[in-house]
């Protein structure tokens, strides 16, 4: 059975910083692309990121674009999101997704093939 396992969500205070992981099971993540979205309570599905196979093609939405990065190491069949300068508007829970193909729409869409269980972020003073 696939699974996806988030880690790294946490509280912090606005203007600060956390690094998400997710790191596949039963999957070669080296064959999928990866991304992230999130959920906050009472707001849709919005996707944040994704990364092709290698990193080569590598999408924001506008609402992270300068504050997160996303990145991947297919040898520890993981992925990550830097998280930087966080607001109150980033909390939600944070999931990570493959599929062989991924855009910030798809994300946002549920076009996706795995999912995590999720971590949670929350920004607050």
Known sequence: QVQLAESGGALVHPGGSL??????SNITLESYAAGWFRQAPGKEREGISCISQLGSRIEYADSVKGRFTVSRDN??????????????????????????????????RGMFDYRGQGTQVTVSS
């Open 75 to 108: 040898a520890d069949n993981s992925v990550y999101l830097q998280m930087d300068n966080l607001n109150p508007d980033d909390t939600g829970v944070y999931f990570c997704v493959a599929a062989p193909i991924l855009t910030i729409i798809g994300l946002t």
């Open 19 to 24: 690094r998400l992981s997710c790191t596949a």
